[in-house]
């Protein structure tokens, strides 16, 4: 009577929606008084996102407009690795952030136990950088996407595909 429901687990970012957030940022950077001047940039790359500056402080001041601004637009920051702020040329300081995409094999792990141990009669399957849950049930599936947002992950999770 009933066929196998599923649904996906991934860990994506909105690339337009962070595109959007730099040139706001970078707007804004332009604007400000205590930025006249400045030699702060901000650089997307395909994975990461290279913060410059002159001086850590200003550094720190324009990721924090970064996260203001990401946050405004609904990207988490689960999502970013903060690397270590490093010398760069003429005197300024550079730090780089990680842009995770997907689900890396560590946190699969994760994610599967906390399912597995959920005792509910549902498979999970890691696929690539995303995860497959399938179940009679669609309770049951209701009921891991629940335990899944509550549970304390270090990456932001999105469910798609519930079939």
Do not use: C
């Not at 991934?10 to 400045?38: G, W």
């Not at 790359?45 to 203001?68: G, H, M, P, R």
């Amino acid at each position: 009577m009933s066929s196998e429901s599923s649904f996906d687990i991934v860990s994506k970012m909105d690339m337009q929606e962070l595109t959007n957030a730099v040139h706001q940022t970078e707007k804004e950077i332009e604007n400000r008084f205590d930025f006249k001047n400045s030699k702060s940039s901000l650089k997307l790359e395909k994975d990461a996102l290279v913060v410059a500056s002159e001086d850590e402080y200003k550094l720190n001041a324009v990721i924090d407009i970064l996260q203001t601004k990401m946050v405004k637009r609904g990207i988490t920051l689960k999502n970013m690795d903060f690397g270590k702020v490093e010398p760069a040329s003429l005197g300024t300081v550079r730090q780089r952030l990680g842009l995770r995409q997907g689900i890396d094999q560590e946190n699969a792990k994760k994610i599967n136990i906390l399912i597995r141990d959920s005792k509910l009669k549902v498979k999970s399957t890691i696929q690539g950088d995303q995860i497959r849950v399938t179940g009679k049930s669609r309770d049951d599936l209701q009921q891991i996407i629940q335990l899944l947002r509550k549970a304390d992950l270090p990456l932001d999770l999105q469910f798609n595909n519930l079939k």
